[in-house]
T-cell receptor, first 116, second 113 residues
Framework: GAGVSQSPRYKVAKRGQDVALRCDPISGHVSLFWYQQALGQGPEFLTYFQNEAQLDKSGLPSDRFFAERPEGSVSTLKIQRTQQEDSAVYLC??????????????FGPGTRLTVL | GNSVTQMEGPVTLSEEAFLTINCTYTATGYPSLFWYVQYPGEGLQLLLKATKADDKGSNKGFEATYRKETTSFHLEKGSVQVSDSAVYFCALKPISGNTPLVFGKGTRLSVIA
């Protein structure tokens, strides 16, 4: 079956522009996570949804970052007034249930954002 | 807090060599432990996992055993192939609630023929 998909795969933005990154989770998956992966680093948590509810946004680095999942499936991560330090790969992951400790998260290919 | 420390790379091995990538963790309670692999140009893929102490996860010839006493989850493979060249990430998921994965920084493995 289809895995997690993300679009666009690559995005180049000028500093100050707004960007929107899309994630299509595996159909029926309840939980959706966003991570940020800087070059040469491991992914770091940004935010978490259970269905349409955003239960944890403690990892969002500033109020320029905003995420939504209005119908409990597709999610969008929006970054306003992009800065060079926002350059990273943004990963989306979904899992079938409500995030128990043994749940496996399935990752999309990521969106590589470059801010010039 | 929760954290994962894994050996720094890059690691370069000849084909058929033995591989060990060390991973230790700090967590409250007994988390689930994972190894993810990222092949060039691709997303993260789950390689194996273990959810309780003394569990052994295995897949594609890779193994890792959940060692509570040493808080470790070292990845091993007896005979690596060129196709194993990738970045390997150790991660934990705390036992409580809807919490995200906590990743190590990754270890790049290059296998040469």
């Amino acid at each position: 079956g289809a895995g997690v998909s993300q679009s666009p795969r690559y995005k180049v933005a000028k500093r100050g522009q707004d960007v929107a990154l899309r994630c299509d989770p595996i159909s029926g998956h309840v939980s959706l996570f966003w991570y940020q992966q800087a070059l040469g680093q491991g992914p770091e948590f940004l935010t978490y949804f259970q269905n349409e509810a955003q239960l944890d946004k403690s990892g969002l680095p500033s109020d320029r970052f905003f995420a939504e999942r209005p119908e409990g499936s597709v999610s969008t991560l929006k970054i306003q007034r992009t800065q060079q330090e926002d350059s990273a790969v943004y990963l989306c992951a979904s899992s079938p249930s409500s995030g128990g400790a043994t749940d496996t998260q399935y990752f999309g290919p990521g969106t590589r954002l470059t801010v010039l | 807090g929760n954290s994962v420390t894994q050996m720094e790379g890059p690691v370069t091995l000849s084909e058929e060599a033995f591989l060990t990538i060390n991973c230790t963790y700090t967590a409250t309670g007994y988390p689930s432990l994972f190894w993810y692999v990222q092949y060039p140009g691709e997303g993260l893929q789950l390689l194996l996992k273990a959810t309780k102490a003394d569990d052994k996860g295995s897949n594609k010839g890779f193994e890792a055993t959940y060692r509570k006493e040493t808080t470790s989850f070292h990845l091993e493979k007896g005979s690596v192939q060129v196709s194993d060249s990738a970045v390997y990430f150790c991660a934990l998921k705390p036992i409580s609630g809807n919490t995200p994965l906590v990743f190590g920084k990754g270890t790049r493995l290059s296998v040469i023929a």
